[in-house]
């Protein structure tokens, strides 16, 4: 047999896997929901996301902002979309927090939709005034030991993830302190600046440039090890903690119902998008890790934070006001 024969021959069998997953993709724009407002990492990431997936799937990918009632409405949006491929939903720990917040849900988190992939890690870190004279998490915990509830926090609202993120530390550590919720948590972290607060938790995105600046004292992150963006601070785990590990996440999901070989394309797409230098250059600058995962791998982590933090708003009793 003759070379120009053989060749087409041996190329075909890695020719079929990739001709076997153009087929059935739906046409048309794909719009991926983000359920807050503009300018957020999780905004920024999903239009990281958009501009590798559209180049790789040759069509228009495209993100519509739905913020509003911690997340709820863009995710509702996306619940009640047609499961035909063209309508997906990023977003972030809030998607597992909003069970437990509030006591009628217009989808289930769990039932409504299909996970795809996470995307992207963030360790949280612990912020602190440096007037407060505390160096480290135990000399922290000391004080608050000392003084139950007259040390204050800062979170970005009530039921909050970086609200309940501390609402988490306090429960593993036995601890009482003062919650001072604010707009957002850019707001909290000015008033940690500014003495006003003593501390806050937030995604390491959120803390990291004040961390570098010394405005903030970075005491601890989450993790199996150090965040590669402030290697000298020490994790929980070094501090003597390691049942907090709280860390921020962010995933895509589709409406139920979505076809299986549709998901399973989308899954593999993500990957190969978060393998991209720009992307992976990206998530490094705002403190964030891409991280890819199995549609099962994601679902059985969802459910395990939503069974989380149902326990954590029950134990600290927070309600919405």
């Given at each position: 047999?003759?070379?120009?024969?053989?060749?087409?021959?041996?190329?075909?069998?890695?020719?079929?896997?990739?001709?076997?997953?153009?087929?059935?993709?739906?046409?048309?724009?794909?719009?991926?929901?983000?359920?807050?407002?503009?300018?957020?990492?999780?905004?920024?990431?999903?239009?990281?996301?958009?501009?590798?997936?559209?180049?790789?799937?040759?069509?228009?990918?495209?993100?519509?902002?739905r913020g509003g009632a911690g997340g709820t409405l863009g995710a509702t949006a996306a619940?009640?979309?047609?499961?035909?491929?063209?309508?997906?939903?990023?977003?972030?720990?809030?998607?597992a927090i909003s069970p437990a917040l509030y006591p009628s849900m217009p989808y289930d988190?769990?039932?409504?939709?299909?996970?795809v992939s996470r995307i992207a890690n963030s360790p949280s870190i612990l912020l602190v005034?440096?007037?407060?004279?505390?160096?480290?998490?135990?000399?922290?915990?000391?004080?608050?030991?000392?003084?139950?509830?007259?040390?204050?926090?800062?979170?970005?609202?009530?039921?909050?993830?970086?609200?309940?993120?501390?609402?988490?530390?306090?429960?593993?550590?036995?601890?009482?302190?003062?919650?001072?919720?604010?707009?957002?948590?850019?707001?909290?972290?000015?008033?940690?600046?500014?003495?006003?607060?003593?501390?806050?938790?937030?995604?390491?995105?959120?803390?990291?440039?004040?961390?570098?600046?010394?405005?903030?004292?970075?005491?601890?992150?989450?993790?199996?090890?150090?965040?590669?963006?402030?290697?000298?601070?020490?994790?929980?785990?070094?501090?003597?903690?390691?049942?907090?590990?709280?860390?921020?996440?962010?995933?895509?999901?589709?409406?139920?119902?979505?076809?299986?070989?549709?998901?399973?394309?989308?899954?593999?797409?993500?990957?190969?998008?978060?393998?991209?230098?720009?992307?992976?250059?990206?998530?490094?600058?705002?403190?964030?890790?891409?991280?890819?995962?199995?549609?099962?791998?994601?679902?059985?982590?969802?459910?395990?934070?939503?069974?989380?933090?149902?326990?954590?708003?029950?134990?600290?009793?927070?309600?919405?006001?």
């Open positions: 047999m003759k070379r120009r024969h053989i060749l087409p021959l041996l190329a075909a069998p890695f020719l079929l896997p990739r001709l076997g997953m153009t087929q059935g993709w739906p046409g048309g724009t794909v719009r991926i929901i983000v359920p807050f407002a503009p300018g957020s990492f999780t905004d920024i990431s999903a239009r990281l996301l958009s501009q590798e997936l559209t180049a790789q799937l040759g069509q228009s990918v495209v993100v519509e902002n619940a009640r979309a047609a499961p035909d491929g063209l309508t997906l939903l990023l977003t972030d720990n809030s998607f988190a769990l039932a409504d939709l299909v996970q005034r440096p007037s407060l004279g505390a160096r480290d998490l135990n000399a922290v915990l000391e004080m608050a030991k000392a003084r139950p509830g007259e040390l204050s926090f800062g979170s970005g609202g009530q039921g909050s993830s970086a609200h309940l993120a501390m609402e988490l530390l306090l429960n593993v550590t036995g601890t009482r302190m003062l919650h001072v919720p604010f707009r957002g948590v850019a707001a909290a972290i000015s008033e940690v600046i500014s003495g006003r607060v003593d501390m806050a938790i937030a995604s390491l995105a959120s803390g990291v440039a004040h961390v570098r600046a010394g405005t903030l004292l970075g005491l601890d992150v989450t993790g199996a090890r150090r965040a590669a963006a402030l290697p000298v601070v020490p994790t929980f785990i070094e501090a003597g903690q390691p049942r907090y590990d709280m860390m921020y996440w962010w995933g895509v999901a589709a409406p139920k119902g979505t076809p299986e070989a549709v998901i399973t394309r989308l899954n593999a797409e993500i990957a190969t998008a978060l393998r991209s230098p720009k992307l992976v250059e990206a998530f490094a600058a705002a403190g964030a890790v891409p991280a890819h995962s199995t549609p099962a791998e994601m679902s059985a982590h969802v459910a395990r934070e939503v069974a989380l933090w149902r326990e954590v708003v029950r134990r600290a009793g927070v309600k919405l006001e």
